[in-house]
């Protein structure tokens, strides 16, 4: 037990030792890491959304492993977000997101907290409950793509 605690405590400590910024050895990479974070996201979300639109049969073990893999994104995915790697082109992050650094961040954890609720939806194996979750993390991506990715 002392031993678990110790683990997680070690856990905690880094994760919150982890400033966003050290991790990219240029600015290219940040954008990169996003936009990568992004493609794989989505590819994982779309397996669900094919599932709740019945375009796949449903499976609830693959429903459990996509959504695993959004919610592990969904986590990390913020720090691909350093200052001064604004996009210019079509798409790309709008300057925005640091001058209203502090409503970019309750976006971000929103969509966090839908697709936490989206991975406890699949886990139950229900596709009547991974359909309005689903609904919900696909708004909070919109909320936020609508207001912070250039036109
Ligand atoms: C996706 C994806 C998005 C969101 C958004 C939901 O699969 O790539 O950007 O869902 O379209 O409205």
Redesign the pocket.
Known sequence: MNRLIAAAATMAALALSLPASAQFQKPEDAIKYRQSS?FVM?NH??RI?AMVNNRTPYDAAAAVANAEVVSALSRVHWAGFVEGTAGSAKGGASPKIWSERAKFDDAARRMEGEVAKLLAAARTNSLDNLRPAFGAV??S??AC?DDYRNP
């Open positions: 992004m989505a979300f779309g959304g696909g708004q991506c919109k793509h």
